[in-house]
Nanobody, 125 residues
Framework: QVQLVESGGGLVQAGGPLRLSCTAS????????MGWFRQVAGKERDFVAA????????YYADSVRGRLTISRDNAKNTVFLQVNSLKPEDTAVYYC??????????????????WGQGTHVTVSS
């Protein structure tokens, strides 16, 4: 059983940067693809980014490519999401998730077995 805890959310100004963290416990961290999703109230949970267990293969949603960077530190069991040039439309609850499913469906929420509780990000204009 893997437990995930996100941190780093809050109220931020548009145009600025934000770094989210997610620390895992209870499993062999490097075996898991780690993903970030975000959700706005009343809407589906959307894929943002994912990274392979080794950290060598990052994946991004087209809508955020170029502004976000996902990375991980396997020694610290932590995955990061750096968001630059924040926009009001980035306002959402951000969730990290873990899966050991390497079938290629990293962009699907259903692929992930473990989820954090989410961290709120509000971008003010």
């Amino acid at each position: 059983q893997v437990q995930l805890v996100e941190s780093g959310g809050g109220l931020v100004q548009a145009g600025g940067p934000l770094r989210l963290s997610c620390t895992a416990s209870g499993g062999t961290f490097s075996r898991y693809i780690m993903g970030w999703f975000r959700q706005v109230a009343g809407k589906e949970r959307d894929f943002v980014a994912a990274i392979s267990g080794s950290g060598g293969y990052p994946y991004y949603a087209d809508s955020v490519r170029g502004r976000l960077t996902i990375s991980r530190d396997n020694a610290k069991n932590t995955v990061f999401l750096q968001v630059n040039s924040l926009k009001p439309e980035d306002t959402a609850v951000y969730y990290c998730a873990a899966t050991n499913d390497y079938s290629g469906n990293y962009y699907r929420a259903q692929t992930y077995a473990y989820w954090g509780q989410g961290t709120h990000v509000t971008v003010s204009s």
